[in-house]
């Protein structure tokens, strides 16, 4: 009795040294599936929903690797939803701006549907002043699809310049425009030769389309509106002049801009 005891303690001591080896190499998840990813691989985060099916309940992984473990962001993103059993996932690796990624989360949503999630990973880019990268996937009745990608916001999009007498002009993709007040920074600009005596003295162009922050909002039909926020930039990264805010709703297969706020920065 004893020496069986001692064969069945064994046996349990492998198989949970055999488990972390397999997990630490990502080559083992619940389902039993096995997966081929570089080494150094680690799960940031972990969430579960119905993401392919109405009433399933789908583990969604967010994966990702260092080159340098000194530095603080990481190189490469995938996430990986887990159906179960016996069947064959894919890991979808993300692209673009989210490839190299500084504090990587993943958040499950009701923006397209209340009866499944959508998947959304957001990152912040190392170096870059805070500016976000977004993206949301559906997945519902097929591969992943990605409806909002950070990297395309063409409709988010806003051009402008600096005006005499301390002002700015913001102008949106619909031809709308927005006059905003600088006399706050008016030493500011003084100090660095960009206006005298009211008067600009060369030309300043508005920039800053990339998102900074975003957040879910609860709307009507258990449905959720996606808030975008923008940072309106002049001479410099750090002359941060306004804040756009926009609400958008997935509608007809393109988001929709249902209201949107410009603050000034004083």
């Known amino acids: 009795m004893k020496f069986l005891r001692i064969v069945i303690l064994a046996f349990l001591i492998s198989m949970i040294f055999t488990f972390c080896y397999s997990l630490n190499n990502y080559k ?92 959304l990973i957001s990152s912040r880019n190392p170096g870059s002043g805070g500016l976000l990268n977004l993206i949301i996937y559906t997945c519902y009745n097929g591969r992943p699809k990605a409806v909002f990608d950070s990297d395309f916001i063409d409709y988010l999009s806003f051009s402008g310049q600096y005006l005499d007498n301390y002002k700015a002009e913001i102008i949106f993709p619909d031809s709308t425009s927005q006059i905003i007040n600088l006399k706050s920074r008016k030493k500011i600009y003084q100090d660095a030769h960009v206006y005298q005596n ?56 393109q988001w929709q801009i249902l209201q949107r706020k410009v603050k000034t920065y004083k």
Request: hydrophobic share 35%; proline share 5%; charged share 25%.
């Open 198 to 253: 009211d008067m600009l003295l060369k030309p300043v162009n508005l920039w800053g389309t990339q998102l900074v922050n975003f957040k879910l909002k609860k709307g009507k039909n258990g449905l959720q509106y996606l808030i975008v926020y923008q940072e309106v930039r002049g001479t410099n990264n750090t002359d941060r002049i306004a804040l756009i805010t926009t609400k958008l709703q997935y509608q007809n297969n």
């Open 28 to 119: 083992f998840f619940d389902g039993g599936n096995k997966l081929d990813l570089p080494k150094n691989t680690c799960i940031l985060n972990e969430k579960e929903g119905p993401i392919y099916k109405v009433r399933s309940k789908e583990r969604v992984l967010l994966l990702a690797t260092k080159d340098d473990p000194q530095k603080p962001f990481w190189s490469m993103l995938w996430f990986y939803v887990d159906q179960g059993r016996l069947i064959n996932e894919t890991i979808y690796p993300l692209k673009g701006n989210h490839l190299l990624a500084a504090e990587p989360k993943l958040e499950l949503s009701h923006l397209l549907s209340k009866y499944t999630n959508e998947i």
